[in-house]
């Protein structure tokens, strides 16, 4: 049962899944990206710890094949990692699927936020004020999405156009696919447009909701989740792999953006990771501060 307390702080959902083949051999569906070690601590341990909120609020949805080494990192950070905070995925179906089975667990009251477990971001600090942000739309009943102010051009990317401002952002006006070298340069000139993350912060009623909308397939087949999730491999086999993206945010109206204004970057491919520093020696963090009140 959670309290009213429990209640004024969002349930975080990070998402370690994916096959890792477009890293291969350093990354594999084995040894996922997730685990790969940037600045002494691995991807994972840099997600799980970056959100100032309890551990005990955060949950991780990854492979079953690899639950070992996903607890093993884990417990290296916090000692006191529990299994019921460990979701595991049969089969890869992408993001829809696996919010769904993130938000099956939680509260219909509870506020969400979907992290996926391979990006670098940095600072800590201003990431938490743009999640703050970002929980005061979703408490409004927006479907939040973190952007990124575009620093240049990329083509890797899925872009976001604003709309209306509203308090702590704006109405997303629509998504926009990876886009070529020249459109791209115009959604940059503009300045109507910010990289899309892949952060979803959101009400879960309101994510319910949606996908009864506008992916009812997934919501039909999460209703006979037994609750030992016994059945999970059934439901996840005959589930077609869909992003969250398409399955309900260039559907849904009630998309709205909020912008984050550090360093961020998708390790999705050869060219990102090499940019990146690996194992620099630096300190590591000292674990998840609590330094906001949501």
């Given at each position: ?14 998402l370690a899944g994916g096959a890792g083949r477009r890293l291969w051999p350093l990354s594999s569906p084995q040894y996922p990206k997730y685990l790969m070690e940037f600045e002494g601590r691995t991807l994972l341990q840099q997600a799980y710890t970056r959100v100032d909120i309890p551990d005990e609020n955060k949950y991780i949805i990854g492979a079953g094949n690899v639950a070992v080494l996903i607890k093993r990192d884990l417990l290296e950070i916090n000692n006191n990692f ?213």
């Amino acid at each position: 049962m959670h309290t009213s307390k429990d209640r004024a702080e969002p349930k975080v959902i990070i998402l370690a899944g994916g096959a890792g083949r477009r890293l291969w051999p350093l990354s594999s569906p084995q040894y996922p990206k997730y685990l790969m070690e940037f600045e002494g601590r691995t991807l994972l341990q840099q997600a799980y710890t970056r959100v100032d909120i309890p551990d005990e609020n955060k949950y991780i949805i990854g492979a079953g094949n690899v639950a070992v080494l996903i607890k093993r990192d884990l417990l290296e950070i916090n000692n006191n990692f529990s299994d019921k905070n460990l979701l595991l995925e049969p089969l890869s179906k992408n993001t829809a699927p696996a919010a769904a089975l993130g938000i099956s667990i939680l509260d219909k009251e509870d506020i969400a936020v979907i992290l996926p477990a391979d990006h670098i971001i940095k600072p800590s600090d201003e990431f938490n004020r743009s999640l703050r942000d970002a929980v005061k739309l979703a408490a409004k009943g927006h479907i939040a999405v973190i952007g990124i102010n575009p620093e240049h051009p990329a083509t890797g990317y899925g872009y976001i156009k604003k709309g209306e401002e509203l308090d702590s952002g704006w109405k997303v006006v629509e998504f926009k696919e990876k886009p070529d070298a020249k459109t791209a340069q115009e959604y940059l000139k503009s300045g109507n447009y910010l990289w899309n993350a892949g952060i979803y912060v959101f009400n879960v009623s309101v994510m319910r909701e949606e996908m009864d909308r506008y992916a009812g397939y997934i919501s039909r087949a999460f209703s006979e989740l037994k609750a030992d999730r016994s059945n999970l491999k059934e439901i996840y086999k005959n589930m077609p792999g869909i992003s969250i993206d398409y399955a309900v945010m260039e559907k849904t109206d009630r998309a709205a953006v909020t912008a984050f204004k550090g360093y961020w970057k998708d390790l999705g491919s050869w060219k990102t990771v090499k940019e990146e520093p690996r194992n620099s020696g630096e300190e590591k963090s000292k674990g998840d501060v609590r330094k906001n009140e949501w």
